[in-house]
């Protein structure tokens, strides 16, 4: 591959740009590697980010007694009814080979007698849940893909380098621009192809298991540039986040209750089997909502997660991770039930994506918890997010070099595009924020709810700035505004509870409702609505 130089100091150009460095940033990059140069960009260190927290595992249909099309049938059964099954399909399909593929480049999941264990998780009919070190799945995946990332010639990683905005030249990205910590001065990425991979945003919320950088930075900049966003009412919460002071919750995986973990009332009674025939394996949005429920009955902030059946050899050696934290924070394992409470963990929500991981903007493909192509539908099945970020993550790699290259001309008037400001919000508006959502679009919403904090926020947005120069925090607050507001306008307009999204005012799900709902800014940067099918998402 030919690439043309520009020179000048403060402009990168690079054949690809993969921003953000979670599972699926880094499995795109490494693929993409083999084809010419790429940019990572990632605003923190590059091993922070979602997946370095996932405990569970990667599910997947490896060997003769699962198969695919049961792990399509699980994802599209918790998906409440608005998973693309082509996308649930090419997920479950491909997925065993990306897994192998992992393997291969050194990620060593847990055996015993040289066969790979499988785990249990909620809403699966079968163990077929990959794990590492017991409960340490997402720190091995990054540690294997991140050390291959950092040696690699043809990869340069700048870590704590946020972008500020995607650059758009004539309909077209053309790359962005970004910050690094600490300094002063604009940068500039320029390419032909450039993958978001930045991950989702918890953070919105004051109760969440998402790391501080999940502030939806890449979802804001998508819509900024013209890209619809879909899915927005949807928006995870995790039963069992261990419940403690501060911020973000330490999680308590599913695995546990698929080793045999209950979840107990106030009054020590086992509540999940009157909610669900699966009882405490329940999909998540329902084990969520039961939690909930019985915490408000019994005038609490917790329910209980009972280990006691799980033998304690076993617990030990399956969840050291977990353990080791219990004990940090001063819990006696052998005697105590643990306080668990649910916690926003994972977005649906996201930019609007195709198969192919094609964004609405040309030149700009998503990819991970930043991308909704569909796949996860209301509520997504347990551990089929870093199988997520491994599949879409190839597809974006295969894609990204076929995509028209930059003329020099085109890449001239990129280099030389006056820097657009950079949108800030006082870092003061992040906590207040977090409350709000919490409060107002938690686990159940309501109409008088949902439009209190869509007010507010919208007061928040008309404060945002533009300035030439900002800190990280400043620009993630007004992306934090802008996600929040969207995800808000998105739980106003679906009059039905589906999944993850549960309307006390509309509590039954709808039909007429079986689609999804789309947010594409208007010339003011205000979000038109907008409908596609479950079929065909992204068209
Ligand atoms: C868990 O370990 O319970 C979380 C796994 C996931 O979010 O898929």
Known sequence: MITPRIPRPNIHQFDFIVIGSGVAGLFAALHLAERGRVAVI????????????????????????????????????????????????????EGPGAVEELMR??????????????????????????????????HEVVRSLSRRAQVHPSITVFEHTWMTDLLVVEGRCVGCDAMVHGEEERVRFVSSAIILASGGLGQIYAVTTNPLVTTGDGMAAAWRAGCRLMDMEFIQFHPTALYHEGSPKFLISEAVRGEGAVLRNGAGDRFM??????????????????????????????????????????????????????????????????????????????????????????????????????????????????????????????????????????????????????????????????????????????????????????????????????????????????????ALEAALTRTESRGA???????????????????RADEAGEPVVGFTSVEAPAE
């Open 42 to 93: 990632t605003k923190d260190a590059l091993t922070e980010s979602n997946t370095e927290y996932a405990q569970g595992g990667i599910a997947v249909a490896l060997g003769e007694e699962d198969s695919p099309e049961d792990h399509a049938r699980d994802t599209l059964e918790a998906g409440a009814g608005l998973c693309s099954p082509e996308a649930v399909e090419i997920l479950t399909r």
């Open 273 to 486: 089997p009157s909610h669900h025939p699966l009882g405490d394996l329940a999909p998540r949005d329902v084990v969520a909502r039961a939690v909930f429920a019985e915490m408000r009955s019994d005038g609490r902030d917790f329910v209980e997660l009972d280990f006691s059946s799980i033998p304690l050899e076993r617990f030990l050696s399956r969840f050291p991770g977990i353990v080791g934290e219990l004990r940090r924070r001063g819990f006696d394992i052998y005697s105590e039930r643990i306080p668990v409470a649910p916690a926003a963990h994972y977005a649906m929500a996201g930019i609007a994506s195709d198969l192919q991981c094609r964004t609405d903007l040309p030149g700009l493909l998503a990819i991970g918890e930043c991308a909704c192509i569909g796949l996860h539908g209301a509520n997504r099945l347990a551990s089929n997010s870093i199988l997520e970020g491994l599949v879409f993550g190839v597809r974006a790699a295969q894609l990204a070099p076929t995509l028209p290259r930059l003329s020099y001309e085109e890449l001239g008037v990129a280099a030389e595009l006056a820097p657009p400001p950079v949108r800030v919000g006082a870092p003061a508006i992040r906590p207040e924020l977090q409350r709000l959502m919490q409060q107002c679009a938690g686990m159940e919403r309501n109409e008088e709810d949902l439009r209190e904090a869509r007010e507010q926020v919208a007061t928040w947005a008309r404060g945002i700035a533009t300035v030439p120069a900002a800190s990280r925090e400043e620009a993630e607050a007004a992306n934090m505004v802008t996600i929040a507001r969207l």
């Open 105 to 138: 480049l050194g990620m060593r999941f847990d055996r015993e007698g040289g066969e790979l264990v499988r785990g249990r998780e909620a809403a699966h009919g079968r163990r077929r849940i990959l794990h590492a070190s017991g409960d340490e799945t997402g």
């Open 501 to 519: 999204h549960y309307r006390l005012d509309f509590p039954a799900a709808d039909e007429a409702w079986r689609r999804h709902l789309t947010l």
